[in-house]
């Protein structure tokens, strides 16, 4: 099992920042396939950046230029870098982490099996 733990979110105004961050625990070994995903009220779940060391790092066309994920794997934590921040881009973002992925099922829900409980982040403007 793996758990994971979301911190960093929080209200900010339009065009500021914020970093997300998900620490993962347990049984992570295999684990090379990390994403954020974000849910919006009444909206569907979207990938919002995902990275694979083996297949590369997707971004939704909306974040690109502004968003940017990285990983630490000696502290087991994945980051979300986010700048010039939008009121769009509220939601509650969602760490997740997966086995094994290609580059196209990066941002695809149906990925990943392990989710942490999410962080609020809200963009006012």
């Known amino acids: 099992q793996v758990q994971l733990v979301e911190s960093g979110g929080g209200s900010v105004q339009s065009g500021g920042s914020l970093r997300l961050s998900c620490e993962a625990s347990g049984y992570t070994y295999g684990t090379t396939c990390m994403a954020w995903f974000r849910q919006a009220p009444g909206k569907e779940r979207e990938g919002v950046a995902a990275l694979n060391r083996n297949v590369g790092t997707s971004y939704a066309v909306s974040v690109r230029g502004r968003f940017t994920i990285s990983q630490d794997n000696a502290k087991n934590t994945l980051y979300l870098q986010m700048n010039t921040l939008k009121p769009e881009d509220t939601a509650m973002y969602y760490c997740?982490?997966?086995?094994?992925?290609?580059?196209?099922?990066?941002?695809?829900?149906?990925?990943?099996?392990?989710w942490g409980q999410g962080t609020q982040v809200t963009v006012s403007s």
């Open positions: 997740a982490a997966a086995q094994a992925c290609s580059w196209w099922s990066l941002l695809r829900g149906d990925t990943y099996n392990y």
